[in-house]
């Protein structure tokens, strides 16, 4: 019997190791369905399933603003994440400059505007400038996130092997060709997990509207359940916006991968095998053997 094989960072587990793992997840998934069945036979007790409390939901009007109010949201989201990520884009390129002033502005900002509340910054948007909620909540989505993308970004970029952009530049090429052509989508792989961890962290925050009257899906359902007439209607409102969040950034995760698979099978990034060397021609006058 062959010695189990090791890597670089740890030793496969044994057979009593992986016993032990057994267990420990054997008793997680326990605990895990004793904590959901506490929360179920909570709700069953207080009476959360009762068709009392979820008759309203039959409503074509409650419907509507619920849906105007996803709308709202995917708006919101849509239009921050493609600003998020142009200006994440510029930060960056500032960042990576070889000008030392615009190397400190664009850490300046990008430092600034990480370090700020994300609702510190929509409300002096909404208050301060008096701009109207949408554009305010877009601004505070895409300054923060923009500053986190930034970051982002140039670790990608700095990820890639030295020798790729030594190799880049030997060849002739600018500054501008070796970031779009050799280090980006090289970099791109690196960065696409944290991207889209961002970007539901964006689409998460943008239930911050609800505090500036923007009407997005939160705020229609704190609307639907300030006008119910029964005890602890937000739970019922809950329990239907919850599960549509959740939907939501697993979409985006499904997305990411299926990115990340395509770009494997791309042509551009697939392997190339390369012929072995042969021996060269011999030069005229050469009498070697």
Not at 102 to 127: D, G, H, S, Y
Not at 146 to 172: I, P, T
């Amino acid at each position: 019997m062959t010695a189990p094989s090791t890597t670089a960072l740890y030793d496969v587990p044994g057979p009593h190791t992986r016993r032990r793992h057994r267990i420990y997840a054997l008793a997680g998934t326990a605990a895990l369905l004793v904590l959901l069945g506490w929360i179920i036979y909570l709700l069953i007790h207080t009476g959360q399933f009762t068709y009392r409390k979820w008759m309203p939901f039959e409503y074509k009007g409650i419907q509507e603003l619920l849906l105007n109010g996803l709308a709202g949201t995917l708006k919101a989201f849509g239009i921050a994440a493609v600003l998020s990520l142009a200006l994440g884009g510029v930060l960056a390129a500032g960042r990576l400059s070889e000008h030392r002033p615009v190397r400190w502005v664009a850490t300046l900002l990008v430092e600034f505007f990480r370090a700020m509340p994300v609702l510190v910054m929509i409300f002096f948007v909404f208050v301060a400038l008096k701009v109207q909620p949408l554009p305010a909540l877009v601004t505070g989505l895409t300054l923060y996130n923009g500053s986190v993308l930034a970051e982002v970004f140039r670790a990608g970029v700095n990820s890639v092997d030295r020798g790729q952009r030594e190799a880049a530049y030997s060849l002739g090429l600018r500054k501008t060709q070796v970031m779009t052509s050799v280090l980006v989508p090289q970099g791109v792989r690196a960065m696409l997990p944290a991207i889209i961890s961002q970007l539901v962290v964006a689409l998460k925050d943008t239930s911050l509207g609800f505090l500036i009257t923007y009407e997005e899906f939160l705020h229609a359902g704190k609307l639907i359940a300030s006008n119910l007439d029964y005890d602890l209607p937000f739970i019922p409102v809950v329990m239907v916006i919850s599960p549509i969040y959740i939907g939501m950034c697993m979409l985006l995760s499904w997305f990411a991968n299926w990115v990340a698979k395509r770009e494997r099978r791309s042509v551009k990034t697939r392997q190339v095998e390369v012929a072995a060397a042969e021996p060269a021609a011999p030069m005229p006058g050469d009498t070697r053997g």
